[in-house]
Each structure stands twice: as structure tokens, then as C-alpha cells.
């Protein structure tokens, strides 16, 4: 079974640092990679997805995420971070089951942004 | 609208009480899917569905909790004898088909539940 562990609970970094959150996931085969953000009292968006070729995807909202396979990593990355910005992200990696596709989230990563 | 919507937004309900939420998935979506999100916690994948037909119920926790799709459209999910430990978000996915795999879902709200 497919796993994700994203090892940072909190995050706070300054308006217009660079962001990086850590995504590691196990899964025995190619698998398909996500990040998505959450904002309080919102549903789920997505930021992107990794299924195959160019490992670097880009995203919306000026996001992007490598996907590293001999670390097992898709880290999720932005040059300048804005106060809208501050959400919670998660990772999940998604695995072809029974003809569909099974979605299996990390914990989040919680972003603050000090201004 | 053009989203997923979820109804109620919040329910309280007492222990033992018997609770149903609601998903409208976006129109046309083949797929939905069902999630539950405790708190400090990613969403936890419950149940899926393929037009009318649950394809996968391997998340559902327990006897408890039931879902159904009559029409391949809305979607109930049922929640028997309520505890305190159902407490969580409960969130509802539906993507345009189910055996794609680079198919995005496309989340709702979500039904915040409250077992007193």
C-alpha cells in the first residue's frame, strides 16, 4: 500500500521568501503525485500533479514540485511567498487499484506568513 | 454551480443518532469518491464510486457507515448509532472518470460533523 509522510507540521516563512515543503512517499511502483492546498473553510484545490515525464511540473499560483525518484520525493517549492499563500498543503501519491484511482493523503504541512 | 457542493455545511448531532450528508458532484462526473478528515489529519479515503455502484467501500471504517449512489449522481453517506470518535470533516471528491489515471478531483467543502 502507497504511503506519504510530510515531516513538517508548521512552516512559517516571511512574505516574499522562498518556500520549499518536504513531501516523501512509498509506493512500489510509478506512482501519481499531487499537491494540494487547503484554506480554512474551503475544499481541497489542486496545485498540481506529477503522472509521468518532465519531473519538474509547474503548478497555479507560481508553484512548482520536482519529483525525485531515487529519494522517493516530490517537494513542493515557490520562489516568493505571498500572505495569501498561507494555507495548509498537502501531499498524496495516487495508485492505478481496480481500474481507478486511490488517492492516499500525508498529515499537511501548515504555512504561516509573516509579513 | 459548477463545484461539488456539500450539504449540511455543519451538523451536531447526539451519540447514538443516526446522521446522513449529502454530495452533489459536478455534473457529468462518472467518479465520486468519499473522505474523512480528522482533525490535524489528510483526508482518509472511505468509498468510491463508479456511476451507481460502489466500487471500493474498503475505507469505510465500520458496519456504521453506508453510502449510496441510486442514481449515479447525488451521493448519501449514512452514518448509523453516531460516536464521539465519528467527529471529523467529511468531504466529498468526484472526478469526470473513475479509470483514467490522470484524472483530477474536484473536492466539495466538505460537512463538518459534531457527535456530542
Known amino acids: 500500500a502507497q504511503s506519504v509522510t510530510q515531516p513538517d507540521i508548521h512552516i512559517t516563512v516571511s512574505e516574499g521568501a522562498s518556500l520549499e515543503l518536504r513531501c516523501n512517499y512509498s509506493?512500489?511502483?510509478?506512482?501519481?503525485l499531487f499537491w494540494y492546498v487547503q484554506s480554512p473553510g474551503q475544499g481541497l484545490q489542486l496545485l498540481l500533479k506529477?503522472?509521468?515525464?518532465?519531473?519538474l511540473v509547474q503548478g497555479i499560483k507560481g508553484f512548482e514540485a520536482e519529483f525525485k525518484r531515487s529519494q522517493s520525493s516530490f517537494n513542493l517549492r515557490k520562489p516568493s511567498v505571498h500572505w495569501s499563500d498561507a494555507a495548509e498543503y498537502f501531499c498524496?501519491?495516487?495508485?492505478?487499484?481496480?481500474?481507478?484511482?486511490?488517492?492516499?493523503f500525508g498529515t499537511g504541512t501548515k504555512l504561516q506568513v509573516i509579513p | 454551480g459548477a463545484g461539488v457542493s456539500q450539504t449540511p455545511s455543519n451538523k451536531v448531532t447526539e451519540k447514538g443518532k443516526y446522521v446522513e450528508l449529502r454530495c452533489d458532484p459536478i455534473?457529468?462526473?462518472?467518479?465520486l469518491y468519499w473522505y474523512r478528515q480528522s482533525l490535524g489529519q489528510g483526508p482518509e479515503f472511505l468509498i468510491y464510486?463508479?456511476?451507481?455502484?460502489?466500487?471500493?467501500d474498503s475505507g469505510l471504517p465500520n458496519d456504521r457507515f453506508f453510502a449510496v449512489r441510486p442514481e449515479g449522481s447525488v451521493s448519501t453517506l449514512k452514518i448509523q448509532r453516531t460516536e464521539r470518535g465519528d467527529s471529523a470533516v467529511y468531504l466529498c471528491?468526484?472526478?469526470?472518470?473513475?479509470?483514467?489515471?490522470?484524472?483530477?478531483?474536484?473536492f466539495g467543502p466538505g460537512t463538518r460533523l459534531t457527535v456530542l
Open positions: 471528491a468526484s472526478s469526470l472518470y473513475g479509470t483514467s489515471g490522470d484524472n483530477e478531483q474536484f
Open positions: 509506493y512500489g511502483a510509478t506512482p501519481y
Open positions: 506529477y503522472f509521468s515525464g518532465d519531473t
Open positions: 498524496a501519491v495516487g495508485a492505478k487499484t481496480g481500474g481507478y484511482q486511490k488517492v492516499t
Open positions: 455534473s457529468g462526473h462518472t467518479a
Open positions: 464510486f463508479q456511476g451507481t455502484g460502489a466500487a471500493d
